[in-house]
């Protein structure tokens, strides 16, 4: 045990007392918090001017009615006023002696309205179409004597839903965003451990230090003791990127509460999203422990990784089918195959499609790929330590194994 710690130990130092860990850990945040400043502060600045560019506004122009519903005096109020000769107030359209002509269709429920501009620039060109949108909607509320009805055409109803499940009421949008958390959290973890797990290991064998390294520790010890110093640095890095996060959406949260619903925390969807992430995280330091085994240096490495990584992670491709068909063949699969599972079924937890005979099924079927995973990676590592020009291959694996037989 104490050989372990202190492999752990001096991993783990030597990870985090490197500036270039700590400039690329903090990189993304301090951006992050940097743009979204800017953003805000471009937005509050230009806001006037956006809506008042891709909304209406008094504009002079010329008009021709199919559908008798355009009102005339509405229109002028507009800046509107009809058309004598439609093909010459196109034609003055194109010559820049005209600002806009509008052509309304005999349906314009089913038919578009035909507008000719003058260009005022990608944005601003947007304030014609609600110009002639609005001239049409206040023409036809004029027409009715109801204001109720006027109402309603301006703005359609809004409406309250309250679902019920089991006799309470039923938990809104917002009841999915806790144990989701589990599923960013594995995300960050997968990308930020893949490339310092593999290089961990490799690192020996491309020093050709490892013989040494064994003569005082067992592979198994410093295979675990890298494991584990890599978890401890992937957690000081998603604490650093999601302690800050989680503290801007409870900021937020108030004042979207009221339109997704209350924040319901179930106790046994987290319950299973914590153990499905753990033993996800465990199966993903498998995968790379075992790339970074099979290969003689970090370059031969890379194929191999993103290989490890894009098995990890396309279950997110899939996410919303899997989410919205929970009972297909085709999501089944992604729940149950092994490297698929983690996500899968976080995904499904959060939602809460997964049952809990399928919660215990995927827990279990995680934690025991994972310490396959685990195992194999420290035999790969044990067998190949000293083979520096090569990468592993399933023969050689074969011959370990008929060679351990008859050793036997």
Sequence with gaps: MSRLGTVVRFEFVRAVKKPAFWIGTLALPIVVVLVSVLVGVGQAAGSDSISSSTSAAKTPFRYVDHSGLVSASVAAQWGGSPSQ???????????????????????PSNQTIRIDAADRGLFENGG???LAERVLERSVAASVDDDEAVALLRSPPSTELTAYADGRIAPGW???????????????IVILLATRMVTVVVEEKE????????????????????VLAMLLVGLVQVGVVLVPGLAVALAALPLVASRLGGLAVDPWRMVVGALLLVGGVLLACGLFVAVGAAVPSIKDASTLQSAAIFALIIPLYAAFFVMTTPSSPVA???TYFPTFT?????VRNAVGTLSVTESVVCIVEVFVTAAVLLWFAEYLFRHSVAQYGSKV????????????????
């Design 332 to 334: 089944a699969f992604f």
């Design 128 to 130: 014609y179409s609600s």
């Design 174 to 188: 917002l009841s999915i965003l806790p144990p989701f958390l589990y599923v960013a959290a594995f995300f960050g």
């Design 85 to 107: 000769d439609p093909s010459a107030d196109r034609a003055a359209v194109r010559a820049g002696t005209l600002e806009a002509f509008v052509e309304y269709p005999a349906k």
């Design 342 to 346: 983690p996500i899968t079924a976080m």
């Design 207 to 226: 020093n050709r230090i490892s013989e040494m390294i064994l003569t005082t520790v067992t592979a198994g010890d410093l295979i675990r003791g890298k």
């Design 393 to 408: 291959t399933l023969r050689q694996v074969a011959g370990w194994r008929r060679g351990r037989s008859r050793a036997r």
